[in-house]
């Protein structure tokens, strides 16, 4: 039975043995062919810098600073607008519904490149917010438009009897919702939303246009000043990846404590 168990663990392992190995001999193959010189061991100076016997935040340390500041606050107003959409589309009210679906409309149909644009150049200094704040604002309007219809499935997926069953026993909307909706909503859409955090996290790359100093852009300047575009661009592209994978796992171990908590009786 152990070796049923350890069998497949071993033969998996040796397969990614195998192909990190393949990539590792592309990729030194291709850079010998372009008589490109590796320099990973500079690359740490840019994580963790020992000086005066005190360790201090490299460059792409301070960007992940940023990139998770953007990333954490962005999350916040994403939830809330996302949730506060779903809810207007399911609303009774023809006004709400319009501007629900309005708002998703144009989010989802249009560059996010381009709306940050438009909220960097032109809205921005209308209404006086900041490269950061309007990167904040960027990322929430377009990942609450994709979210706002996870929340809205969600919701749809709740059988109409819990609404009538909570009302029934004389809880008032608010906590209709709060109490009996809101729990399962999460946990339904726990895994997609999941999805729409790990979207938000790489989408976050792209404010860097605004010189916002953030993991991306630390990246790309510290390439121009040392030519070291490989080591740098596959050391950002691994922090990118360790971000989201430590969210996944994170999600899947929250959805498991949900899944028990709902199985239990």
Request: net charge neutral; hydrophobic share 55%; charged share 10%.
């Amino acid at each position: 039975m152990i070796k049923r168990f350890f069998r497949p663990l071993l033969f998996a392992a040796l397969q990614m043995m195998l192909v990190f190995a393949g990539l590792v001999w592309l990729l030194d193959s291709g850079a010998e062919a372009m008589g490109y010189t590796w320099q990973w061991h500079r690359v740490p100076e840019y994580v963790l810098i020992f000086e005066d016997g005190e360790w201090w935040a490299g460059d792409l340390l301070h960007g992940l600073l940023v990139t998770l500041q953007l990333t954490g606050i962005s999350l916040i107003f994403t939830l809330a607008l996302g949730l506060t959409t779903a809810l207007l589309r399911q609303s009774r009210s023809l006004v709400g519904r319009a501007l629900g679906t309005g708002y998703i409309a144009v989010v989802r149909n249009t560059p996010l490149l381009v709306q940050i644009y438009l909220l960097y150049f032109v809205f921005g200094p209308v209404i006086g917010l900041d490269r950061f704040a309007t990167a904040v604002l960027a990322l929430a309007l377009f990942q609450g438009a994709y979210t706002a219809e996870v929340f809205r499935g969600g919701l749809n997926s709740i059988a109409q009897g819990q609404y009538e069953a909570a009302r029934s026993l004389g809880l008032s909307r608010f906590f209709t919702f709060y109490d009996v909706i809101l729990p399962q909503l999460l946990q339904r859409t726990l895994p997609p939303l999941t999805n729409e955090m790990v979207s938000l996290i790489k989408n976050s790359s792209i404010v860097s246009v605004m010189a916002i100093f953030d993991l991306t852009t630390q990246g790309r300047n510290i390439v121009s000043e040392t030519a070291m575009p490989f080591e740098i661009w596959f050391s950002v592209a691994a922090i990118y990846l360790l971000l989201t994978l430590t969210l996944s796992a994170l999600s899947a171990w929250l959805e498991h404590k949900l899944g028990a908590q709902w199985r239990s009786p």
